[in-house]
Structures are given as structure tokens and as C-alpha cells.
């Protein structure tokens, strides 16, 4: 059975950092790229950050480059996304995924997902 629990949401005042952290169990983690996508209410959820199964790849979303920081932890299968520098737009339910293959920007590109932590920044 496939897991990912997500973990570390919360509220924060705009300027704030959190740091999400997604558990993965039930599959070979370090075959798998990784990602973090959001949803806002009323939008369609939204491709954040991917990294490769060996860490040394990263892509991020426009939006968040250079404020967000994607890694993981293959032996402790955990993948992490460190959000600095929030602006109330960053509010949404983050969600991690598991996949192999292309599309990695999109959510097609991934066989698996948690059930997402809300992230709430207040201005």
C-alpha cells in the first residue's frame, strides 16, 4: 500500500517560512522524482517544484523560484519543500507526488499523491 503523508502546513504572516515535509512509504522512493504542487480554492492545481530520484535535479515554478527549495532524504524517504518569503498567494493545499517519466510539470506525470497540508499566508 502507497502512502505519502504530508505534513508541516499551517498559518504564517506574509514574509514567514514553513517547511513541508512529505513521509513516503509502500514504494521505491529513490526511483521516484518527486513533486510539490498546489491548489487554491476555485484554481486548478498547480505544478511547485520537482526533484530527481538522485536529488541532483531541480525545476521550480516561476512563481517560486528563488523563494522555494525542493530535497529530499533518500534514507529516510521524505521529500521537502522549504517555503520562504511567503506572500499571501502562496495560499493553497500543497500536495506531493510520486512519479517516473516525463510531464513532471504536470500532474499526469505522477502515479501517486498524498492528501495535501494547507498553507495559509496572512497579510
Known amino acids: 500500500q502507497v502512502q505519502l503523508v504530508e505534513s508541516g502546513g499551517g498559518l504564517v504572516q506574509a514574509g514567514g517560512s514553513l517547511r513541508l515535509s512529505c513521509a513516503v512509504s509502500?514504494?521505491?522512493?529513490?526511483?521516484?522524482?518527486m513533486g510539490w504542487f498546489r491548489q487554491a480554492p476555485g484554481k486548478e492545481r498547480e505544478f511547485v517544484a520537482v526533484?530527481?530520484?538522485?536529488?541532483?535535479?531541480?525545476y521550480y515554478a516561476d512563481s517560486v523560484k528563488g523563494r522555494f527549495t525542493i530535497s529530499r532524504d533518500n534514507a529516510k524517504n521524505t521529500v521537502y519543500l522549504q517555503m520562504n518569503s511567503l506572500k499571501p498567494e502562496d495560499t493553497a493545499i500543497y500536495y506531493c507526488?510520486?512519479?517516473?517519466?516525463?510531464?513532471?510539470?504536470?500532474?499526469?506525470?505522477?502515479?501517486?499523491w498524498g492528501q495535501g497540508t494547507q498553507v495559509t499566508v496572512s497579510s
Open positions: 507526488a510520486a512519479g517516473i517519466g516525463d510531464y513532471y510539470r504536470e500532474t499526469r506525470g505522477y502515479s501517486y
Open positions: 526533484i530527481s530520484w538522485s536529488g541532483d535535479t531541480t
Open positions: 509502500g514504494l521505491p522512493f529513490s526511483r521516484y522524482a
